[in-house]
T-cell receptor, first 113, second 110 residues
Framework: DSGVTQTPKHLITATGQRVTLRCSPRSGDLSVYWYQQSLDQGLQFLIQYYNGEERAKGNILERFSAQQFPDLHSELNLSSLELGDSALYFC????????????FGPGTRLTVT | EDKVVQSPLSLVVHEGDTVTLNCSYEVTNFRSLLWYKQEKKAPTFLFML????IEKKSGRLSSILDKKELFSILNITATQTGDSAVYLCANMNRDDKIIFGKGTRLHILP
């Protein structure tokens, strides 16, 4: 158990819908990262937050957005969902940003039908 | 365009063998190279490398970085069935953007 929690574990929804994935980092970690993992694309970095502020952006679609709240938990919002958004979404946390050891949560498996 | 390429994509060996996994990269403003092990769940951190030529070791696993030739290797000696997993290499640049390779799927036969 990494100490990072993600909810829900599984999510099944229809195309065009909007969902919110939630992540609580390890106690004491200030940085949160979101990743998408699909069979064809591998593990893709989406976005990073540090102490409530957006710090780095990867291949995040405009239909996706995220935020980190004052209690340091983070949410990833996915809207206008498409079949291709079906994937495993991981959250990871680290003490500070900058390539330090990241602890991954168990992931949320999103299925868009 | 920044990229991370891992080879081989898959590898099957017998228990007790030694394996070497490769990771080459092209990254602007390199900060660090990271190795992860992913079994059926989330990736778990193995190593972070920032300097060339300094080997990092953890038990039977070791890794080294060559910043001149832009590659890293992950060695596993005396492999065990529990080493079966996907090994991921990632690069972080100074803008904190992270790129992962496709991974090497390692299968250890008993």
């Amino acid at each position: 158990d990494s100490g990072v929690t993600q909810t829900p574990k599984h999510l099944i929804t229809a195309t065009g819908q909007r969902v919110t994935l939630r992540c609580s980092p390890r106690s004491g970690d200030l940085s949160v990262y979101w990743y998408q993992q699909s069979l064809d694309q591998g593990l893709q970095f989406l976005i990073q937050y540090y102490n409530g502020e957006e710090r780095a952006k990867g291949n995040i679609l405009e239909r996706f957005s995220a935020q980190q709240f004052p209690d340091l938990h983070s949410e990833l919002n996915l809207s206008s969902l498409e079949l291709g958004d079906s994937a495993l979404y991981f959250c990871a946390s680290s003490v500070v940003p900058g390539g330090y050891e990241q602890y991954f949560g168990p992931g949320t498996r999103l299925t868009v039908t | 365009e920044d990229k991370v390429v891992q080879s081989p994509l898959s590898l099957v060996v017998h228990e007790g063998d030694t394996v070497t996994l490769n990771c080459s990269y092209e990254v602007t403003n390199f900060r660090s190279l990271l190795w992860y092990k992913q079994e059926k769940k989330a990736p778990t951190f193995l190593f972070m490398l920032t300097s060339s030529g300094i080997e990092k070791k953890s038990g039977r696993l070791s890794s080294i970085l060559d910043k001149k030739e832009l590659f890293s290797i992950l060695n596993i000696t005396a492999t065990q069935t529990g080493d079966s997993a996907v090994y991921l290499c990632a690069n972080m640049n100074r803008d904190d953007k992270i790129i992962f390779g496709k991974g090497t799927r390692l299968h250890i036969l008993p």
